[in-house]
């Protein structure tokens, strides 16, 4: 091999050139390709617009972090936390009230501020927000991933959150409930999920501000034990009957009864054995027993 690339140098040809295969391009070439191309472009960039504009539209507060750049002044680029006072310290400037202010109106404001000490000739500042801590949503109970969310100025409904939340468990009630805070005070409502989808409902579906919170009970259930094929626990549906829930607990064994299948239910504070038909309601809480044949 050594002796060929001498040769080959010797004789003036590049070896490389020869050796190396010519590359071939990347880039889908039909049709079809070129579509999903340019679709999934076009999706890139509609998410990056939409969380810029989240970000313009968003107001800063105390607990956020914020990354402040200024146009050829590297000295100038700054990363912290906005104070509880709601100011900045800033390079040169000092502390600098950013609290309520747009992305968009703080880089304005820092700007003004430093034409004004004649620190920089014609600034240009930018604000990005790197996290957000001032508004927050807390989501609690029978939820994939409960704890803190921020509101990030496009996804501040109801829906939005939960899916934030990975949406309600298997645990979880269809009925949640909301605690808002408005103007200093806390109003609490009661909210079926469900609901919003069935009739199209969007007034439920809420628009929610920093503070509030979404709590997510356990769904109600019902006992069942004696001969059925499956004696548990079980989630309560929407008017289930007694024949729905002995179908959940696999029906009655070969030796049991459909006929005298008894009821606990505690009401005023006592629990009360009641002969329900197979038509009746179930409640929540209730402990049904299926009885032996007697023959």
């Known amino acids: 091999m050594r002796l060929a690339l001498a040769d080959a140098q010797a004789n003036g040809r590049d070896m490389t050139a020869e050796t190396t295969p010519p590359l071939k391009h990347r880039f889908p070439s039909s049709p079809s390709a070129v579509r999903w191309f ?34 050829q002044s590297p000295d100038l680029a700054t990363e912290a936390r906005i104070s509880e006072r709601g100011t900045l310290a800033f390079p040169l400037i000092g502390e600098i009230a950013l609290e309520g202010l747009t992305a968009q109106e703080a880089a304005a404001r820092i700007a003004e501020q430093l034409v004004r000490g004649k620190f920089v000739v014609n600034p240009q500042v930018s604000v990005n927000v790197v996290d957000v ?13 409960p704890g803190r969310y921020a509101l990030d100025g496009v996804r ?21 409930t909301l605690v808002l805070h408005r103007g200093g005070n806390a109003r609490t409502m009661e909210i079926n999920v469900p609901g919003i989808f069935r009739t199209g409902g ?37 008017a ?47 402990v049904i027993y299926v009885a032996e044949r007697l023959f």
Do not use: W
């Not at 969380?51 to 146009?71: E, I, M, N």
């Not at 927050?136 to 939820?143: C, R």
């Not at 920093?210 to 009970?217: K, L, Q, W």
């Not at 289930?240 to 064994?253: C, N």
């Open 38 to 71: 340019a679709a999934l472009l076009c999706l890139a960039v509609m998410a990056a617009s939409d969380k810029a504009f989240a970000q313009s539209r968003a107001v800063l507060g105390p607990g956020d972090s914020v990354r402040v750049t200024v146009f």
């Open 240 to 286: 289930m009957t007694v024949m729905q829930a002995l179908s959940v607990g696999g029906g009655v064994t070969p030796r049991g009864t459909e006929r005298g299948v008894k009821v606990n239910r505690r009401a005023d504070g006592a629990v009360r054995k009641l002969e329900v038909s197979l038509n009746d309601r179930v409640e929540p809480g209730d």
């Open 133 to 145: 801590r001032s508004r927050q949503v807390s989501i609690l109970g029978q939820v994939a991933r």
């Open 202 to 238: 969007s007034s439920q579906d809420i628009e929610l501000e920093a503070g509030d919170t979404i709590f997510v009970p356990r769904a109600p259930t019902f006992y069942i034990y004696g001969e059925v094929q499956r004696a548990g626990a079980y989630r309560l549906e929407p």
């Open 156 to 176: 501040t409904n109801l829906t939005d959150l939960l899916a934030l939340a990975g949406g309600i468990n298997t645990a979880g009630d269809d009925n949640i």
